[in-house]
């Protein structure tokens, strides 16, 4: 498939990869936690989108300078710069924004060496990594070089919510298990072998991947050296790197679950007024809340639908979050009981993940 190359990437980047470089290690992630005997197709779309940001949010990013040992470089930071610009020019609806205090930063950035790259799955940075003080991404090797730039493409990529490409169950690879432990538990990663099955070894479920066809230029992607694959037959003796940058599926996988606004005018969201949702999976309702009294609210979501909620009250011409709810695998609703205050504007943002009619839900806030 034609890849989407940046105008700063050379196609001789592929001859040039490094076979040795280090590689990112995942921080383990918690299990999703569902009401028991959940119906197959209700959980793949909860699995789907469960790490996913509801769309048009604003991702606020911070670099740590302390301790010392988590400060980058000025060029590596413009690297990051540069990435996250990269993945809103696709278009996306997502925006990013540098902040310089990381108590409103959802992703906080160290550059600590020979500590390994990695990151957060998207949603997970918030709900479970609280203190500020801590990092949800780090970046452990050089970003200025072609392999750099896309370790940083791939670590945001993490922080959207999107998974390793070769853990696909659809890429149908065969590995030479052994070496593979040889290989990632020797430098430069000496990872245990725990860490090697969760990151190369392990596949992921289908929903994870939206159930697409394995992609090996994806961004998601490893680089393989020579004599880790059995099958395909190509990469038995061959290096599996992918292209630089980010692939066409990449680009196309990302606008579906992130497409860029069309119409900036919202329906507004009035106390006592129900809102019937016609959506389907996946897909998400926008509104705006101009309060005419400053009280407590209650928005809530009505019928059998598994959804995430967000909140977020607009400051400067920025949207920043307030509060969220996900009643996703649960017989619950989505609720959230906030002070509004008279002269503001809020937004409200729900994506369903699964119903069991189109439409059988509703929204109301009173």
């Known amino acids: 498939m034609a890849r989407a190359k940046t105008p700063t990437k050379s196609s001789s980047a592929k001859a040039d ?21 959940l119906h197959p197709n209700r959980m793949f779309m909860v699995l789907r989108l469960d790490t996913k940001w509801v769309n048009h949010t604003v991702l606020h990013y911070c670099f740590l300078d302390t301790p010392a040992l988590w400060r980058g470089s000025n060029a590596d930071k413009d690297v990051v710069r540069d990435s996250f610009q990269a993945w809103k020019d696709l278009p996306i609806g997502l925006d990013f924004v540098e902040v310089t205090d990381p108590r409103e930063a959802e992703i906080r950035i160290g550059f600590q060496q020979n500590a390994g790259s990695w990151s957060y799955l998207g949603r997970v940075a918030i709900d479970y990594i609280t203190d500020p003080a801590e990092r949800t991404m780090n970046f452990g090797w050089d970003l200025t070089t072609p392999y750099g730039r896309d370790t940083a493409m791939h670590e945001i990529g993490h922080a959207l919510g999107f998974s390793h490409e070769h853990q696909n169950p659809k890429a149908g690879i065969v590995w030479d298990e052994e070496a593979v432990y040889d290989y990632f538990t020797g430098p430069p990663n000496n990872w245990s072998r725990e860490e090697t099955d ?28 020579a004599g880790l694959i059995l ?11 992918p292209e630089p940058g980010l692939s066409a599926t990449d680009i196309a996988t990302a606008k579906a679950l992130y ?31 101009r309060p005419e009294f400053s009280r407590d609210y209650t928005i809530q979501t009505f019928g059998r639908m598994d959804t995430v909620m967000v909140l977020f009250e607009d400051i400067n ?24 205050f008279r002269g503001r504007t809020y937004y409200i943002r729900l994506r369903l993940y699964y119903a069991e009619a189109q439409g059988e839900g509703a929204l109301m806030m009173y």
């Open 198 to 225: 969760t990151n190369v070894l392990s596949k992921l479920p289908s929903s994870e991947t939206d159930g697409s066809d394995w992609d090996p230029n994806s961004i998601m992607h490893y680089h393989f050296q």
């Open 231 to 241: 099958s395909p037959e190509e990469y038995r003796t061959s290096p599996l790197i």
């Open 259 to 289: 497409p860029a606004p069309e119409n900036p005018d919202l329906p507004e969201l009035r106390p006592y007024e129900s809102h019937q949702l016609r959506i389907d999976p996946g897909e998400q309702v926008d509104f705006v809340i």
């Open 17 to 37: 990869a490094d076979p040795v470089a280090g590689h990112c290690n995942a921080p383990p992630r918690p299990p999703r936690p569902v009401e028991p005997g």
């Open 317 to 340: 011409g920025e949207p920043h979050y307030v509060q969220g709810d996900d009643d996703s695998g649960f017989s619950l609703n989505a609720k959230i009981t906030q002070r509004l």
